[in-house]
């Protein structure tokens, strides 16, 4: 689905992300984890087509990015950040609404019929309903994050590039937003490349785990083979259990206190 090819990409003399060799098969869940400054959100700019890389080629469906109108790229490639919309004036029906873009002429107008029971679906599995008439500039951070997700919904792509999008979420909403993405994937077979800081978020959810480390790949695999104590050391600096997860056998990873580690 994306392959990305020796890239590398600079700023001024620095590199962000050097040699980076990568390929994403169609309904993989990909995390990017690694630590501040590693390139993470560099990576996703470039997959995105915000920025071009310096060196090396990324193609999606086996055609060059570069070669994708603006369109064409968001029938096949959504993007949600972090703070996924600001508090603007707009009500989060008309935002949902804007995802849809993609699909209509240049009146607004959509070229297919079934768009408003699409609208009416997505609002409903989002518990947006009560919210549909309320402008965003009144809505709390994790109310805003789940219309910037119901927004990528509309937009119907195959592929979804998330940044950290559980930061502002309570635990109930980050569960809940990774359990809908999953859904999402499990159903119709969307591609995801999440950038994660939740190392047990990400075992939990993802297929496979891409580790950047000072801009080149440290790691990439399957959760259970990258998320090991050793790891966790050379790329993060800190000291780990591992345990399996009771429900799934999934690794997850408790930090140890620099006091509780005692001195060889
Ligand atoms: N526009 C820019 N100009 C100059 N340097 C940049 C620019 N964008 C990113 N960088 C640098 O590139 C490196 C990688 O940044 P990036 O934001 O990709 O890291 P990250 O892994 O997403 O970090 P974090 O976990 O802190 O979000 C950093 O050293 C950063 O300072």
């Known amino acids: 689905m994306i392959q990305v090819k020796e890239v ?3 700023y001024g003399k620095f590199k962000a992300l ?4 990568w390929s994403i098969a169609p309904g993989e869940f990909w995390g990017v984890i690694g630590p501040n400054g590693s390139g993470k959100s560099t990576l996703l700019s470039l997959l995105s087509g915000v920025e071009a890389p310096d060196r ?3 193609s999606l469906a086996g055609r060059s990015l570069s070669s994708y109108g603006r369109k064409d790229l968001s029938r096949k490639l959504a993007v949600l950040q972090q703070d996924g919309l600001p508090p603007i004036a707009y009500t989060v029906r008309e935002v949902i609404e804007m995802g849809r873009f993609a699909y209509q002429d240049w009146r607004g107008r959509e070229k297919q019929g079934g768009a408003e029971e699409l609208l009416q679906r997505i609002m409903k599995r989002m518990e947006l309903e009560e919210l549909a008439h309320r402008p965003l500039s009144n809505l709390s951070g994790g109310q805003r994050q789940r219309a910037a997700l119901a927004k990528v919904m509309a937009q119907q792509p195959e592929i979804v590039l998330l940044d950290e999008p559980t930061t502002y979420l309570d635990i109930r909403y980050q569960m809940q937003f990774m359990d809908l993405i999953a859904g999402w994937q499990r159903e119709e ?4 490349v999440s ?7 990400a075992s939990l959810y993802c ?5 950047l480390n000072g801009g080149r790949i440290a790691g990439q695999g399957a959760p259970g083979d990258i998320l ?3 790891t966790l050391e050379s790329v993060f600096h800190v000291k780990s259990y591992r345990i399996p997860h009771p429900d799934s056998g999934a690794p997850q990873l408790l930090l140890r206190k620099a006091e509780n580690i005692m001195p060889r």
């Open 8 to 10: 590398t990409k600079c």
């Open 18 to 21: 050097q040699d980076i060799d």
């Open 56 to 58: 090396g080629e990324i």
């Open 189 to 192: 077979g969307l591609t995801v």
């Open 195 to 201: 950038v994660m800081h939740d190392l047990n978020l």
């Open 207 to 211: 297929d496979r785990l891409l580790v």
């Open 228 to 230: 090991v104590p050793e």
